[in-house]
């Protein structure tokens, strides 16, 4: 899907509900060359969300309780590096304040 959203030149978040302005700075996804593909990096995902999470004292249950559509094994999951599709990593991105371009890597086919 992020290969499709680079080739349309739209970012994960002209996608939301109500977005209609352009691109904030940092939304832009990452070039990606030949034999290479875009990913959602969930061990990043995962280490912001448990940062943020500890800052505010809150407990995996809690946190999923402010992210729709996640349970609390969803969201410790991450860690371990499943894949994690589009509009999904919304959810975890917007609740961090973060643009999900901050969590694309680019990795070899």
């Not at 352009?22 to 990452?30: H, K, W």
């Not at 919304?90 to 694309?104: E, H, I, K, N």
């Amino acid at each position: 899907m992020l290969q499709v959203l680079r080739w349309l030149r739209r970012t994960p978040e002209s996608f939301l509900a109500g977005r209609d302005q352009a691109p904030a700075p940092g939304e832009e996804l990452l070039e990606s060359g030949p034999g290479q593909i875009l990913r959602f990096d969930t061990a990043a995902i995962h280490a912001a969300l448990d940062a943020r999470r500890r800052e505010r004292g809150l407990t995996w249950k809690e946190v999923a309780g402010e992210i729709r559509g996640f349970t609390p094994g969803m969201l410790t999951n991450l860690a371990k590096g499943p894949l994690i599709g589009f509009p999904r990593v919304m959810g975890p991105t917007q609740w961090l304040g973060r643009p999900a371009s901050d969590f694309v890597r680019v990795r070899s086919r």
